[in-house]
């Protein structure tokens, strides 16, 4: 009898674990009202319509048809958008090499600057992402590279034709019939999507400088050659192959492995129930989807939520007050429409916890704010007409528990935990990076 006992323990326990490696999570009641909202909202799509592929599936990720993606354009483009060698162009020649494209757009912000305003050259310091960074109080005011508007992140801009918060940078779909708008963009007329277009106008912007002098000290050469080995060896080591590079790599920073894409791919575990009932708030009463849907859970379009901007405060600073103006206008500031005025282009919403400002302004610091802000309706800024303010503004009337659940969906449900795997080890210079100050490569561990 013991003997029969022992056998049928071992059975048991052999079934036991045949079915843990088998083991398909049960799907709740949440889990179904979910599944079938979600069929609702994507037109009978499904789950499907809102999965990423894998970030090698080069073939299914969204590119330029002139620039298609293969690994040595983004082996290449992802030191390139790290190189801190690569800042050979500054303003003043003691910042020369000191910073990089990963300064306002690096990993553990989101691929964004972790500050509520991005500093390029002459900043000083990184903290712990990006947090730490601050502008240099030895140079002039006018020599340190920043924006009038919050550093948008890299993360998932495949599935965006148009680059920036007024979408200008693009020469193809959304801003096809702008052509008139383009006098001081010259590179959309080479006919790139916006995510080439700012890879290649970022460089002058922000004082990067790519030639053949660059590729040969610091070793990039034999990587350009195996890149664009089909273009003339005259023509090969110049800006616009390091801007396509650059626009291959950053297509490949997808966030596929947040619990909200493992919750898609089958996983019922993957999301707690908090984050599962935002979710369903987050694609039923409160109409987020109306602007953010599809894989990156954003849209072509361009919205007004009457959010406000820059101000001053010494958490952000103007240069230029006289252009400032026409900078707060969004959208209309590039196509001249009035109907586009104070409207700014949707973005993702994967992994903006980790940057922890919020709006084209900045004028947000948490989550939450931004979705009770939108519930209520009352704009921040006095400037927005109210017929150019979205439909959705102030008309979802969620609950305050709704507000929490969607917080939770945002917050837990779309951050990728593991976005340091799209960053290199090291660069080819040796230099430190995003930042290369010395005050950076103490908080970085560099020396």
């Given at each position: 009898m013991k003997k029969i006992i022992t056998l049928a323990s071992i059975a048991f326990i052999l079934i036991s674990c045949n079915k843990d490696d088998n083991y398909v999570p049960i799907e709740s009641n949440l889990d179904t009202e979910l599944k079938t909202l979600l069929t609702d909202v994507s037109e009978g799509k499904g789950l499907t319509y809102f999965i990423f592929p894998d970030s090698d599936d080069y073939a299914n990720i969204p590119q330029d048809p002139l620039n298609p993606i293969t690994k040595t354009k983004v082996d290449l483009g992802k030191l390139l958008l790290h190189e801190t060698a690569l800042g050979r162009n500054p303003k003043i020649e003691e910042m020369k090499g000191t910073y990089s494209c990963a300064s306002c757009h690096q990993a553990n912000a989101g691929f964004s600057s972790g500050l509520r305003q991005g500093i390029g050259e002459c900043g000083v310091g990184f903290g712990i992402n990006g947090n730490g960074r601050l502008i240099d109080q030895s140079v002039p005011i006018d020599s340190v590279d920043i924006q009038p508007l919050r550093s948008p992140t890299i993360l998932n801009v495949a599935y965006q034709d148009v680059m920036l918060w007024n979408g200008q940078f693009g020469g193809t779909g959304t801003n096809a019939g702008t052509e008139a708008s383009w006098e001081n963009i010259q590179e959309n007329f080479l006919g790139f999507e916006g995510v080439e277009v700012q890879a290649l106008k970022g460089q002058g912007v922000h004082r990067l400088l790519v030639d053949t002098e660059f590729v040969n000290i610091h070793g990039y050469?034999?990587?350009?050659?195996?890149?664009?080995?089909?273009?003339?060896?005259?023509?090969?080591?110049?800006?616009?192959?390091?801007?396509?590079?650059?626009?291959?790599?950053?297509?490949?920073?997808?966030?596929n492995k947040s619990p909200w894409q493992e919750w898609l791919k089958g996983d019922n575990d993957a999301m707690s129930d908090d984050e599962k009932r935002g979710a369903i708030a987050f694609f039923g009463n409160g109409k987020c989807y109306e602007c953010h849907t599809g894989p990156?859970?954003?849209?072509?379009?361009?919205?007004?939520?009457?959010?406000?901007?820059?101000?001053?405060?010494?958490?952000?600073?103007?240069?230029?007050?006289?252009?400032?103006?026409?900078?707060?206008?969004?959208?209309?500031?590039?196509?001249?429409?009035?109907?586009?005025?104070?409207?700014?282009?949707?973005?993702?919403?994967?992994?903006?916890?980790?940057?922890?400002?919020?709006?084209?302004?900045?004028?947000?610091?948490?989550?939450?704010?931004?979705?009770?802000?939108?519930?209520?309706?009352?704009?921040?800024?006095?400037?927005?007409?109210?017929?150019?303010?979205?439909?959705?503004?102030?008309?979802?009337?969620?609950?305050?528990?709704?507000?929490?659940?969607?917080?939770?969906?945002?917050?837990?449900?779309?951050?990728?935990?593991?976005?340091?795997?799209?960053?290199?080890?090291?660069?080819?210079?040796?230099?430190?990076?995003?930042?290369?100050?010395?005050?950076?490569?103490?908080?970085?561990?560099?020396?």
């Open positions: 050469k034999a990587m350009f050659d195996e890149a664009f080995g089909e273009v003339q060896e005259s023509e090969r080591y110049s800006a616009i192959n390091a801007a396509l590079a650059i626009a291959a790599y950053e297509r490949t920073l997808l966030a990156a859970l954003n849209d072509k379009g361009f919205h007004a939520f009457g959010m406000d901007d820059f101000d001053d405060s010494g958490l952000a600073i103007v240069l230029d007050d006289a252009g400032f103006d026409n900078v707060k206008k969004g959208r209309g500031s590039f196509t001249k429409k009035s109907q586009d005025n104070y409207k700014f282009k949707t973005p993702t919403l994967y992994n903006i916890v980790d940057n922890g400002f919020y709006g084209h302004g900045g004028t947000f610091t948490s989550v939450k704010e931004v979705v009770a802000y939108k519930n209520n309706g009352v704009p921040q800024s006095t400037e927005v007409p109210a017929e150019n303010l979205a439909k959705q503004f102030g008309n979802i009337n969620l609950t305050d528990q709704e507000i929490e659940d969607i917080t939770a969906f945002i917050e837990i449900g779309l951050r990728d935990p593991d976005l340091n795997r799209y960053v290199p080890e090291t660069v080819n210079s040796g230099f430190c990076f995003p930042n290369n100050d010395e005050q950076s490569q103490n908080d970085l561990g560099c020396n």
